[in-house]
């Protein structure tokens, strides 16, 4: 028998051992040292045919090292021989100096120094099989190397080669999942739910926001049934691809109905993703002046961000849940399949909820549509200049052209958003209305008549230039596109015929150009006045650069009040009335006008905030309905005031206003007037069937505004025998 002494950690004291030799007690140091080593020593004997020895380790608070021998068999021996010399390692770290040895809780006993040239835990001579005898050259490794321990040798065999057994490594402390499991899996939960919501929310949302409704997100979407599918039969490379894809074009399906939702609430059609952009800068400046500075540029940085974001917030939304797919294949199949049988049967069925279809494939369609725009964008351009090339009134000799009017001062007069809704409205249509009929009346008392109808524009909410194009050209201008090509173009417009006779000067007013305008020239003007020529001191009324009446004022002082001046044609715009129609300027006697700088006062004083009115509709509307009030006051008050036999005007709105005020589904029509003294004039539109005075009747007839420029030249046009044209 036996024994392998090895240093353990604290713990009881052990009885005496009977069965140790004299020789192998411990020497005096260990007595003296006997307070502050304790060492558990458990020996089990067992005397059979095969012997065994084990030796069963005492744990404690802290480490327990084992020690089992199994001599019996061979290869247990070895397994037992390699756990006693690790524990050996483990405690050589801790080993402290002999001399220096105090007792301190909770830190492992020293090993006793052995006698020179003798091993501590020799086996007595009456044991049959001798312990393994450690090298010297392993217990000075085992010094160096703390972690590791060359495996004993037998004496009664050749010398084993070294052993090295690593000591455990100390196992990474466990994550917040592990640590909050519940948290984890709330976490998992709301990312899943969140990434499906961003997913649905792209193939359900629709591209107007008249059409918001809490039915149309209680869709099933084919689209992402197909697409689920798709990405769980993929094999894995493929399906890393089509993820990133997938969540790309989701991303930037967001997108595009966003800017549908932006130009149906201002234009009443969709985005024209290759025309439109630049309507952008419009919109800008119109958060400009409804929200200030600061919030219209957070707004602008927001939304930029937004965009760049969707797309990544979409791909990672897709990842998410392909992977789920994926890793519950058989439930994502089932749930497929149910999935896809309900979208069949809704279809069939027309089931729906709020009058939306239960079946949903608008993304898909949306899609459809936009390709289809795009390329019947691309054909637009070819029929639009074939539409141009067109024209009756190419080869007119000048002397020929609007000869009813020679002699006449033609003011041409755009009031901005002046639409048909300001009129049929109840709400508005009743104080407009008196204010029409009272400067109906005025015009009577200064000798001037008129006569009222309808055009229909081609736009509605915004685009302005597009209107005023339209009207001019003889041309339905409905797109940017359709704009660059007519002013790259020899199309005759009304301006240019004026100016073609040499019978005017043609000018322009336009305080509501602040850049340059090359195009100016295409329309045939002689002088543009724009914002910085006008002479205005005073502040900015919104998106208005300043009051009518001022635009006016200036108009007279610079070209239409001048003496032994020539007859004129002027094309004016009249901003006051754009939207967000806040702070509207208040009508002041004209000897207070001068150089607009009175109006900084004004303006403070009566001036409202846009953000604040915007924030009710019906006070948008209130609002809207004031400013073309004072637009269509500033205009009349001119013309009866300064106008003579020989002015005819010519006044219209260019387009409706956006929806705020229109509501769901608004018609395209704007009033259109003419007023003027000499019956001569009125009596060559006696035919077009329009009413007395500035409101026209329900019954009076719609144009196409691009007609307008045929019956207006038609109707003035060459000299007939007999003096008549």
């Not at 190419?394 to 009813?404: E, N, R």
């Not at 070209?559 to 007859?567: A, L, M, N, V």
Request: proline share 9%; with cysteine; net charge negative.
């Amino acid at each position: 028998m036996s024994h392998i002494r090895s240093p353990q950690l604290p713990g009881p004291t052990p009885a005496p051992d009977d069965d140790k030799a004299p020789e192998d007690s411990a020497p005096p140091k260990r007595d003296a040292a006997a307070e502050t080593e304790q060492v558990v020593e458990t020996e089990q004997v067992v005397e059979t045919e095969q012997v065994v020895e084990t030796e069963q380790v005492v744990e404690t608070e802290q480490v327990v090292e084992t020690e089992q021998v199994v001599e019996t068999e061979r290869e247990k021996a070895g397994e037992g021989t390699r756990e006693a010399r690790t524990a050996e390692a483990e405690t050589a770290e801790t080993e402290p100096e002999p001399e220096k040895s105090e007792e301190q809780p909770g830190a492992k006993a020293p090993a006793p120094e052995p006698p020179s040239g003798r091993e501590p835990d020799a086996d007595p001579p009456s044991e049959p099989a001798p312990d393994p005898e450690p090298e010297p050259q392993a217990e000075a490794k085992a010094e160096r190397e703390p972690q590791a321990e060359p495996a004993p040798k037998p004496e009664s065999g050749p010398d084993p080669e070294p052993q090295l057994t690593a000591s455990p490594s100390p196992s990474p402390s466990p994550g917040w999942r592990s640590r909050h499991p519940r948290a984890a899996r709330g976490v998992a939960w709301a990312g899943t739910g969140l990434a499906l919501v961003l997913v649905l929310f792209a193939l359900v949302v629709p591209n107007d926001i008249t059409e918001l409704d809490p039915g149309r997100f209680l869709r099933i979407p084919a689209e992402g049934i197909l697409v689920a599918g798709l990405l769980l039969v993929l094999p894995a490379k493929a399906r890393r691809v089509a993820v990133v894809v997938v969540g790309v074009v989701l991303g930037l399906l967001v997108i595009v109905k966003a800017l549908d939702m932006g130009s149906y609430w201002t234009l009443d059609r969709p985005f024209d993703l290759v025309l439109d952009w630049i309507l952008l800068d419009d919109a800008q400046s119109f958060m400009k002046d409804s929200l200030g500075g600061a919030a219209a540029q957070a707004a602008t940085v927001g939304v930029i961000a937004l965009a760049l974001a969707l797309p990544v917030l979409m791909t990672l939304a897709v990842v998410r849940l392909s992977r789920l797919m994926v890793r519950n294949r058989h439930t994502a199949s089932r749930t497929l399949l149910v999935l896809g049988t309900a979208w069949i049967t809704c279809s069939t069925l027309t089931l729906e909820i709020s009058d939306v279809p239960v079946a949903s494939h608008s993304a898909a369609t949306l899609v459809e549509n936009r390709i289809e725009a795009v390329s019947e964008g691309l054909k637009d351009g070819e029929a639009f200049r074939k539409q141009a090339a067109v024209d009756a009134f190419a080869d007119v000799p000048p002397d020929q052209l609007l000869t009813g009017l020679r002699g006449k001062d033609v003011l041409i007069t755009f009031i901005e958003s002046y639409g048909r809704s300001a009129i049929d409205d109840p709400r508005m249509g009743e104080p407009l209305g008196e204010t029409l009929t009272q400067k109906t009346q005025e015009l009577k008392d200064a000798g001037f008549a008129s006569r009222s109808g309808w055009l229909r524009s081609p736009i509605t909410g915004a685009g302005s230039w597009l209107g005023h194009s339209t009207f001019l050209s003889g041309l339905w201008i409905k797109n940017q596109s359709r704009y660059n090509n007519l002013v790259a173009s020899d199309r005759l417009t009304l301006t240019e015929a004026f100016r073609r006779t040499g019978a005017w000067r043609t000018v322009g007013i336009v305080p509501g150009t602040q850049k340059t305008w090359p195009e100016g020239k295409y329309f045939g003007l002689d002088h543009i006045y724009d914002s910085d020529q006008l002479g205005y001191q005073g502040p900015k009324f919104s998106w208005s650069t300043m009051p009518d009446q001022y635009t006016l004022k200036a108009f007279r002082e610079l070209e239409h009040g001048r003496k032994d001046r020539e007859p004129m044609m002027a094309e004016i715009i009249l901003t006051s009335s754009h939207n967000p129609w806040a702070p509207i300027p208040s009508t002041i006697p004209e000897e207070e006008i001068g150089d607009g700088s009175v109006y900084h006062s004004l303006q403070k004083a009566e001036g409202k905030d846009p953000t604040e009115v915007w924030k009710d509709p019906l006070a948008v509307r209130d609002e809207y309905r004031k400013s073309i009030q004072y637009s269509v006051t500033s205009i009349v008050d001119f013309v009866a005031k300064y106008g003579s036999k020989d002015t005819v005007l010519v006044f219209l709105g260019d387009h409706q206003p956006n929806k705020t005020v229109t509501g769901d589904n608004p018609s395209h029509d704007v009033p259109v007037s003419i007023v003027a003294q000499d019956p001569e004039v009125l009596e060559k539109i006696s035919d077009w069937g329009w009413t007395d005075g500035l409101k026209p009747a329900d019954s009076t007839p719609t144009w196409r505004m691009d007609k307008f420029r045929d019956r207006f030249m038609t109707a003035f046009g060459p000299q007939q025998p007999g003096g008549t044209s």
